[in-house]
């Protein structure tokens, strides 16, 4: 692929608040190249679920910039209607049909309808049945056909389809409209090969494949240019990360090879598969302060009976053997996870596995969700044998137990001086920003600080979900 043109969505809309990408030749060119191209079209753009989808709608609004398209912000106004869709929990697909529903009346007037991402690929074509009016089914693994399928589209085809999931191509564009001007995605590994028993995510976005790490390192640099110190590596199993160029860089390499490019002061990288987590990752972040000290951990369930059922390929003896690698740290690493409660078979004595690995792990953060079974996938043939009354309950208690435990880790900080990326205002006099452990920090400062810029916070208060502080000059 040719060098990829990154282009930030402030660097198009408004002066970039630092004052490297402010100067970046790069920025200046396509500011120029995006008033010069407009075709008139106009597309709107709604994404549901990760991290992943949010990135591969950069990529798709940058194929879409590429074709002179503009962004609108609502339906009415686009003549290309798109939804990034998400399938991992019932609830989440379900969106996607209201919202279609919505927009049926402004399919009329000739507009397209496109359904994208993890619903599109798992019900296909049936979704032209249940919503006549689109007009464009694609799932991710088929993303790189999207001009060849926006141009079809344009010469007048009623329907268009990309659903092929046997693809070994990763997405990769010549333009990427990022809207985060302070944290920059890039994927490193795309589709997954695990069969957790209750996920759609294998059956979505395909088998594994990574990115070169030539390539990938040349997306960094490119990054740098535009003014980005922060980027975050994104993959459904970052772990398992083999890179296809005969550099040969395992995961952990090629985070000391990103942390090693100049200009990048903070990597961080999700999701982490546990079975393919090694002490290596944790060397490469003792050895390299770029790489942020938080790595996100999903357990799933304290119970090893649970975890089997759950086909995770690990026990939670293993998962707790990973855990002492990270709290055995020559720097404190944050960890965080993401729980299921109220799996097929999970008893109150598995809930309560769950629960005392809570107290043994002392997480910083955990999404927590109540089970929801999917289609193609395992569990869907199991009893969904916990009431749902029950699954809320035990959920509640599961999200009390970690906000506690928050609340007193984060009031260890209090007195601490920690680094925060300054990324806006929370409040008028009051700013807000990250810090490397990905903590959220609201505080005040003598004087105003930059957007984009990093200063030292004195932090004075702490709650369960973020921390409060006074920047020092
Ligand atoms: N039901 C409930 N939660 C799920 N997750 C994935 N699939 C399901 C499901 N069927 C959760 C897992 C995963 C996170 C992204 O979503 O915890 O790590
Ligand atoms: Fe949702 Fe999973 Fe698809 Fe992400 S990969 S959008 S979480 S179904």
């Known amino acids: 692929m040719p060098d990829a043109i990154h282009v930030r969505l402030d660097a198009l809309a408004s002066p970039p608040p630092t004052a490297a990408a402010r100067d970046s030749a790069a920025a200046d060119e396509l500011r120029a190249a995006w008033r010069a191209r407009p075709n008139g079209r106009t597309f709107y753009l709604e994404t549901f679920g990760c991290q992943m989808n949010v990135h591969d709608s950069e990529k798709v609004a940058g194929v879409l910039f590429a074709r002179g398209y503009r962004q609108v912000d609502a339906p009415d106004d686009a003549d290309l209607v798109l939804y990034n869709t998400c399938s991992i929990r019932e609830k989440a697909a379900q969106k996607v049909f209201s919202r279609l529903g919505q927009v049926r009346g402004v399919a009329r007037d000739g507009k397209v309808i496109g359904v994208l991402g993890c619903v599109a690929q798992q019900e296909g074509e049936q979704i032209?049945?249940?919503?006549?009016?689109?007009?464009?089914?694609?799932?991710s693994a088929s993303y790189r056909r999207l001009p060849e399928l926006v141009a079809q589209l344009?010469?007048?085809?009623?329907?268009?389809?990309?659903?092929?999931?046997?693809?070994?191509?990763?997405?990769?564009?010549?333009?990427?409209r990022r809207d985060n001007p302070f944290r920059a995605y890039l994927t490193i590994i795309e589709g997954c090969d695990k069969a957790c028993a209750y996920c759609v995510v294998p059956m979505t976005r395909g088998p594994e494949r990574s990115r070169t790490s030539e390539s990938i390192l040349r997306e960094v640099r490119g990054l740098v240019e535009l003014g980005y110190t922060e980027v975050q590596l994104l993959g459904q199993n970052v772990n398992s990360y083999r890179d296809p160029?005969?550099?040969?860089?395992d995961f952990a390499e090629l985070l000391e090879a990103v942390a090693e490019v100049p200009g990048v002061r903070r990597v961080r990288f999700t999701t982490s598969h546990p079975r393919?987590?090694?002490?290596?990752?944790?060397?490469?972040?003792?050895?390299?302060?770029?790489?942020?000290?938080?790595?996100h951990l999903p357990v799933q369930s304290g119970s090893s009976r649970v975890l089997a059922a759950m086909r995770r390929d690990y026990s939670r003896e293993e998962y707790l053997e990973r855990v002492a690698w990270v709290h055995r740290a020559r720097r404190p690493i944050s960890l965080t996870t993401d729980i299921i409660v109220g799996f097929p078979g999970e008893t109150e004595r598995d809930f309560e596995d769950t629960l005392s690995l809570l107290d043994l792990v002392q997480y910083d953060g955990a999404f927590s969700f109540k089970f929801s079974p999917r289609p193609n996938t395992a569990a869907l043939r199991m009893p969904d044998d916990v009431p749902e009354e029950e699954k809320g309950r035990r959920l509640a208690i599961l999200q009390e137990r970690q906000r506690e435990i928050q609340q007193a880790r984060n009031e260890r900080l209090v007195g601490q001086r920690l680094e925060v990326l300054v990324e806006g205002r929370s409040r008028?006099?009051?700013?807000?920003?990250?810090t490397s452990s990905n903590r959220m920090v609201n505080f005040t400062s003598p004087e105003p600080p930059a957007l984009g810029e990093y200063r030292e916070v004195v932090i004075h208060r702490a709650g369960p979900n973020s921390l409060v502080g006074e920047a020092v000059i």
Request: charged share 30%; net charge negative; glycine share 8%.
């Open 128 to 139: 032209f049945e249940r919503a006549p009016w689109v007009r464009l089914v694609c799932g």
């Open 245 to 249: 160029s005969p550099a040969r860089l």
């Open 276 to 295: 393919d987590f090694t002490p290596a990752i944790v060397r490469a972040i003792e050895r390299q302060p770029a790489l942020c000290d938080h790595v």
């Open 154 to 176: 344009e010469a007048g085809d009623t329907r268009v389809t990309g659903l092929e999931l046997d693809t070994d191509e990763t997405f990769e564009t010549d333009f990427t």
């Open 428 to 434: 008028p006099g009051q700013w807000a920003g990250r």
